[in-house]
């Protein structure tokens, strides 16, 4: 619908487990990005990415650790997460990073669960 | 750094009222957008305002722009059910940071 797809939708993994989140982006996009939501904290931004390189890293735990190996992909990798790290994870993407051309497309997000 | 309130956290209104969603920046803005997220879904992009003052409408919804660039607000007029869900303002500022604010969630009774 936006363009922007993530897989899996939902995942269950325990807190020893090694998981990979994934992000497409069909719009031709030189950006993206990495979202947390909570109830605690709504739109928490985790990672950004322009042109394959990272931008911005919100002080964000080394458990995880993202990836983008061309600007139409974004991968957001997770090991030894904690129960407080379930979260609905949503990756975005736009034009560009800056100027009026970073509106944000999001992706339907994916359903993390640590048990 | 940059700060993105958004007030209030919650409201109900009966539908056919009318709804204000406020959201305040701790610095000024080069420019505000605003998302809305229904419930189960994802954020979309509604609208983005840049120019002082500016005034923006779409159908019932109102977005303005305060005059410092340091405020907005979203209007709807005679909400509807459809109307349910998260509405989230974004800012950047100069160091072209995007913030979000914390949402205000609107639930209609019909």
């Known amino acids: 619908e936006t363009g922007v797809t993530q897989t899996p939708r939902h995942l269950v993994m325990g807190m020893t487990n090694k998981k990979s989140l994934k992000c497409e982006q069909h719009l031709g996009h030189n950006a993206m990005y990495w979202y947390k939501q909570s109830a605690k904290k709504p739109l928490e931004l985790m990672f950004v990415y322009s042109l394959e390189e990272r931008v911005e890293n919100n002080s964000v735990p080394s458990r995880f650790s993202p990836e983008c190996p061309n600007s139409s992909h974004l991968f957001l990798h997770l090991h030894t997460l904690q129960p407080e790290d379930s979260a609905l994870y949503l990756c975005?993407?736009?034009?560009?990073?800056?100027?009026?051309?970073?509106?944000?497309?999001f992706g339907p997000g994916t359903r993390l669960t640590v048990l | 750094g940059q700060q993105v309130m958004q007030i209030p956290q919650y409201q109900h209104v009966q539908e056919g009222e009318d709804f204000t969603t406020y959201c305040n920046s701790s610095?000024?803005?080069?420019?505000i957008q605003w998302y809305k997220q229904r419930p189960g879904g994802h954020p979309v992009f509604l609208i983005q305002?840049?120019?002082?003052?500016e005034v923006k409408k779409q159908k019932r919804l109102t977005f303005q722009f305060g005059e410092a660039k340091k405020n907005s607000s979203l209007h709807i007029t005679a909400t509807q059910t459809t109307d349910v869900g998260t509405y989230f303002c974004?800012?950047?500022?100069?160091?072209?940071?995007?913030?979000f604010g914390g949402g205000t969630r609107l639930m209609v009774k019909p």
């Open positions: 610095t000024t803005l080069s420019n």
């Open positions: 305002l840049v120019k002082s003052g």
């Open positions: 975005a993407s736009s034009q560009d990073r800056t100027g009026g051309a970073d509106t944000q497309y």
């Open positions: 974004a800012g950047r500022n100069a160091g072209n940071m995007l913030t």
